[in-house]
DNA sequence: AATGAATGAGGTTTCATTCAT
DNA sequence: GATGAATGAAACCTCATTCAT
């Protein structure tokens, strides 16, 4: 059973990243955070040591849980299913958590970048459970050896999330299924013409 | 040959992208827009309404341009040709126009958002000319009849920006075309394993 | 026993009527009015939507206390006597709060006016009861019955406004009941000569 | 024939004073003015040494005129009778320059004032006309001889300035007449009702 | 005689943070 | 554990003034 500030700091997380994924980091303001979360001004700062610490303590929280639910989703499988897995897995992250990934996507791809930390995280873990799935198809053959693992990696991932952010905001009513088959034919090379 | 006031704007234009692109749109002050573009920060205020209009009138600009190198590339070329063209228009305008792509993504990919015209706007032009490729690859029997066409522009157009982030960050020194390869590789449904 | 909010706008209200009756509306800063109240600028902003609303609750509340000091010198007085009452109530009431005085008429007697509706409140109210004044004695018979009542209030109004500030200008060591003696004489009609 | 100069001073002269009249001295800025009057801002400064020197010349100029218009109605009448001229001719000064009026109002009436000087002047030359007559009056034998003159110009000038503002704002259509003879009724003692 | 782009001091407003309750 | 009034640095924006044309 969770302690009141346990709840707390919850509600908090949650204000902080519908707001922020709707209007950016810099944009949100500690007042609204805590007008969301119903609760008094001093509480945001009785609970964390400022806007910052708030905000790193999501993404590294956000990130862990997408990382682990990218590897779980792998985990046991053939590498070309686990391609798969993982893709219908960060769909499914993202229909769930659509905020964070918003977040991710608006504060993360900076250049100079005061989040560039973070940004290395995800990409290190998030896009790096996609790397070794790919790394693994090659050791079995299923993808050929010359392929460029880091750079396919980081195109699965984002055309993953650009997909999912379009479905989100056109078409929220499709299920996901229609969406990841789409996307695995995409992956398999699978969406050429009847052969001439 | 162009008036002073044009050339001031334009000064400001590309002061304005750099920044933005870097620190985001709320954490860029007018005063660093200002000294970056060497004037005063009347200035600004003198040749546009405010900082958001300065932003609005930024975007609009951008997508032009990626739109139109878009539209180039394609042009008077077979469907899938001109599908390898776009991905290397759009690699090829990253390249040159890095902030203003890390801005497109950092400050155009929210839910509620300030600038949800600008997105729209985005989707509308520059994903519209990918799809518009597809469509004609589609009716050439390039692609299979019932790919879903919206979704294919968005995945591609997501994956090469990624890509492309990533490359310029991670491996600068990377030639253009190295990485283009790659891309209608995969694209193509080329990166599978020998026979098996 | 008033909250600590409270006393913090009290002392805003009076710092900002001194100051704008010296200087008017827009010349006087809300450094200003912090700095007098004893405050730091942003708890302006604390008590306040913004300087203009500010502007308009003290105007509200001003107008609100002249006219009720208007009503209860008339109350249960004989109409000629109410009159007399009256003047003595305003320029008691300018007398006492000359920095509010000089702020309605430097303010409120625009053409156009972003504070017109204050204007139209302060005929309304203030003038208002000058003129309920003036039909009581028409009605009476202490007044000729096509005496035009409402220019009438206006005139009487205007007419202690402009002298009293010129008394607090002037000559602020002559006793009240001193002018009040000599406007109630000017309203009477007692400044004729001898019959000749 | 006026000069180009003097036109565009003249332009600039009613574009300030019409524009001052409605926002008040600080909250008119330079570029109305200029556009008002229809030349660019930099003519302003070409024909006045600053916004400050163009608003004393302002009132200057129209103080003038008002004092002027004031003496010339009291010339050769008796006492009584320039009175009323007097009224009247404060009355037909704001019927044709009211937007001058309400400035002089809305700027000179203050405590410390940047504009104290212009109110000295108002006092001695508007107001010192009115007392001429009054003491005209007095060694006549017209009104009685411990009359307070001073005070009851100042009351008389404003009277008729407030009513004469009330009148343009509520019921411009009256006719000056007749607001001058209610004028002159109350000034006169005439308002009293049927002998009881 | 007039212009309008440019300036920078200074204004209003916002907001992360502190602290007494 | 929570509150909300207060703070002041720093943001956006305005505007009187200057000056090259």
Redo the contacts with the bound molecule.
């Keep these: 059973m969770p302690?009141?500030?346990e709840?707390?700091?919850q509600r908090l997380y949650e204000a902080a990243v519908e707001l922020i994924a709707e209007h950016g980091y810099?944009?949100?303001?500690?007042?609204?955070?805590?007008e969301r979360a119903?609760?008094?001004?001093?509480?945001?700062?009785?609970?964390f040591?400022?806007?910052?610490?708030l905000f790193g303590e999501l993404l590294e929280y956000g990130v862990e849980r997408l990382a682990a639910a990218l590897r779980t989703a792998a985990e046991g499988r053939a590498p070309l299913d686990a391609l798969d897995a993982v893709v219908g897995a960060e769909l499914a992250f993202i229909g769930q958590y659509e905020a964070f990934a918003r977040l991710l996507l608006a504060e993360t791809w900076r250049a100079g970048g005061d989040w560039q930390n973070a940004a290395r995280l995800i990409r290190e873990r998030a896009i790096g459970v996609i790397a070794d799935v790919l790394r693994a198809a090659v050791a079995n053959g299923d993808l050929r050896a010359d392929l460029d693992v880091g750079m396919a990696a980081s195109a699965v991932f984002g055309m993953v999330l650009t997909v999912a952010l379009d479905w989100r905001t056109l078409q929220p009513a499709r299920p996901l299924t229609d969406v990841h088959a789409t996307l695995v034919d995409l992956l398999r090379g699978r969406i050429a013409g009847p052969a001439t």
């Excluded at 810099?26 to 805590?34: G, M």
């Excluded at 040591?49 to 610490?53: L, N």
């Design positions: 302690t009141r500030r709840r707390t700091r810099s944009a949100t303001t500690v007042d609204q955070i805590a119903g609760v008094a001004k001093g509480t945001v700062y009785y609970n040591a400022s806007k910052a610490a």
